[in-house]
């Protein structure tokens, strides 16, 4: 069975914390791979502010500082959440199937002279994972945007991280019960479907925005939602070709597979409008771009060029139906975050399977299909239970919901005191 190089590189992180005498030969560092790694942390960076540029534009105008907020809050709880313990039960050795503890990685305080078994600081590593477990919750955000609370908000993404993004990582990527067997490049299953999951079970249980669907809420800023795309286009390249945790060629087929399924599913949804609404929009071109980014994530490393375009291509697809039918149905996932980023997530994890490149996976379509399904209905499942009980606890602690006089005022005066656009006549 093929082993995933960033598994492989998880198992190693063992051996690297072990006495430097229990090594036949002390690990150096790799300065190439060092050199890409940093970058690719940065790049993964960069996709925060990407997103919340992303998610800024598209909501109203009097929420856009309150809504941008989000990300930048993950930023600073979960940054200081993964440093104290969520590297440790990630990425520490197994104590049961779902979650991992070592007493080295708390507070990163065992690992400053630590060289992993692929040569790269440790340090690096951790970061680099930091960085994921950071945008994961940010993207829930999106679902429920324009009428939460922001301490109810900070509470519920510090426990979620906790509660649900550190057991799904350590299950899949860390050495639980499915690591080595269900296939995760870069985080299908960890984080797109379990934000998506998420974001659709909060949009349900907290409601619509009020005056939903009937009054009119258009985008305050497409040019910016623009912007928030191109960047989070450029920060994927970290996203996915870092996840090879190497500099080399699986590294060149993640940064490539990328690279065309974001293509595909771009021109897939424009040639969607084009016939259906007789119109490309800027709306559609970015909502293409992502559907296309998060399909092929959980397959990066493992498909084939034409398997990434048709991922990109059915993402697309099954997206805009999946979006058309929150329509009809009247819930308000107000940015979509399970309908891109949770259909999409579903379609890259189990349509991988069909387009495996020779070697990839266990070896048998059959049991590869099996270890997928499990992935996915394991990373559904746990989020939507654990979710439900996190929104009720903060629901009835803290509080999430905004009252009905400070949404209408907005989340930037009644929240922050603030205004986005603060443009003042200087007459």
Same mark, same amino acid.
């Given at each position: 069975?093929?082993?995933?190089?960033?598994?492989?590189?998880l198992v190693l992180l063992g051996a690297a914390a072990l006495p430097i005498s229990a090594h036949a030969q002390e690990p150096v560092v790799d300065t190439g791979i060092t050199a890409w790694m940093l970058t690719s942390t940065a790049l993964v960076l960069l996709m925060v502010p990407g997103l919340a540029m992303f998610y800024g534009g598209l909501v109203r105008t009097k929420n856009v500082l309150g809504t941008m907020m989000h990300s930048f809050a993950a930023m600073a709880i979960v940054g200081v959440l993964w440093m104290v313990c969520g590297y440790a039960l990630c990425?520490?050795?197994?104590?049961?199937?779902?979650?991992?503890?070592?007493?080295?990685?708390?507070?990163?305080?065992?690992?400053?002279?630590?060289?992993?078994?692929?040569?790269?600081?440790e340090y690096v590593f951790a970061m680099f994972q930091g960085k994921f477990a950071i945008i994961t919750p940010a993207l829930i955000a999106g679902a429920f945007a324009e009428r939460v609370r922001f301490r109810g908000y900070c509470l519920f993404i510090a426990l979620?991280?906790?509660?649900?993004?550190?057991?799904?990582?350590?299950?899949?990527? *860390?050495?639980?019960? #499915?690591?080595?067997? /269900?296939i995760d490049f870069a985080g299908g299953t960890v984080i797109h479907i379990s934000a998506g999951v998420a974001g659709l079970v909060a949009a349900l249980y907290l409601g619509a925005r009020r005056g939903y669907p009937k009054t009119a809420m258009h985008p305050n800023n497409l040019v910016m939602t623009m912007m928030g795309a191109g960047l989070l286009w450029v920060g994927w390249f970290g996203f996915n070709a870092g996840s090879s945790v190497a500099s080399g060629l699986k590294t060149a087929q993640a940064l490539t597979m990328t690279q065309i399924a974001a293509a595909g599913g771009a021109l897939c949804w424009m040639v969607i409008e084009s016939l259906h609404l007789k119109k490309a929009t800027a709306l559609g071109m970015v909502s293409g771009i992502l559907a296309g980014l998060v399909a092929i994530t959980p397959a990066a490393g493992d498909v084939l060029p034409m *398997?990434?375009?048709? #991922?990109?291509?059915? /993402?697309?697809?099954v997206c805009y139906l999946a979006i058309q039918m929150k329509n009809r149905l009247g819930y308000d996932d107000s940015l979509d975050v399970f309908g891109i980023h949770g259909v999409a997530g579903i379609v890259g994890a189990i349509g991988l399977v069909f387009f495996l490149r020779p070697g990839a996976g266990t070896g048998a379509f059959g049991s590869q299909m099996g270890h997928q399904v499990e992935g996915v209905l394991i990373s559904?499942?746990?989020?939507?239970?654990?979710?439900?009980?996190?929104?009720?606890?903060v629901e009835k602690t803290l509080g999430l919901r905004m009252s009905e006089e400070s949404e209408m005022a907005g989340m930037d005066h009644s929240l922050h005191g603030e205004t986005g656009y603060g443009l003042i006549n200087p007459n």
């Amino acid at each position: 069975m093929a082993i995933h190089n960033r598994t492989l590189a998880l198992v190693l992180l063992g051996a690297a914390a072990l006495p430097i005498s229990a090594h036949a030969q002390e690990p150096v560092v790799d300065t190439g791979i060092t050199a890409w790694m940093l970058t690719s942390t940065a790049l993964v960076l960069l996709m925060v502010p990407g997103l919340a540029m992303f998610y800024g534009g598209l909501v109203r105008t009097k929420n856009v500082l309150g809504t941008m907020m989000h990300s930048f809050a993950a930023m600073a709880i979960v940054g200081v959440l993964w440093m104290v313990c969520g590297y440790a039960l990630c990425f520490g050795p197994s104590v049961c199937p779902w979650t991992g503890w070592s007493w080295d990685y708390f507070f990163l305080r065992g690992i400053d002279q630590s060289i992993t078994e692929g040569g790269i600081p440790e340090y690096v590593f951790a970061m680099f994972q930091g960085k994921f477990a950071i945008i994961t919750p940010a993207l829930i955000a999106g679902a429920f945007a324009e009428r939460v609370r922001f301490r109810g908000y900070c509470l519920f993404i510090a426990l979620w991280s906790l509660l649900v993004y550190n057991p799904l990582c350590h299950i899949i990527w *860390g050495g639980g019960w #499915l690591t080595g067997k /269900a296939i995760d490049f870069a985080g299908g299953t960890v984080i797109h479907i379990s934000a998506g999951v998420a974001g659709l079970v909060a949009a349900l249980y907290l409601g619509a925005r009020r005056g939903y669907p009937k009054t009119a809420m258009h985008p305050n800023n497409l040019v910016m939602t623009m912007m928030g795309a191109g960047l989070l286009w450029v920060g994927w390249f970290g996203f996915n070709a870092g996840s090879s945790v190497a500099s080399g060629l699986k590294t060149a087929q993640a940064l490539t597979m990328t690279q065309i399924a974001a293509a595909g599913g771009a021109l897939c949804w424009m040639v969607i409008e084009s016939l259906h609404l007789k119109k490309a929009t800027a709306l559609g071109m970015v909502s293409g771009i992502l559907a296309g980014l998060v399909a092929i994530t959980p397959a990066a490393g493992d498909v084939l060029p034409m *398997g990434a375009l048709l #991922l990109g291509f059915v /993402a697309s697809v099954v997206c805009y139906l999946a979006i058309q039918m929150k329509n009809r149905l009247g819930y308000d996932d107000s940015l979509d975050v399970f309908g891109i980023h949770g259909v999409a997530g579903i379609v890259g994890a189990i349509g991988l399977v069909f387009f495996l490149r020779p070697g990839a996976g266990t070896g048998a379509f059959g049991s590869q299909m099996g270890h997928q399904v499990e992935g996915v209905l394991i990373s559904m499942g746990y989020s939507a239970v654990a979710t439900i009980l996190l929104l009720v606890l903060v629901e009835k602690t803290l509080g999430l919901r905004m009252s009905e006089e400070s949404e209408m005022a907005g989340m930037d005066h009644s929240l922050h005191g603030e205004t986005g656009y603060g443009l003042i006549n200087p007459n």
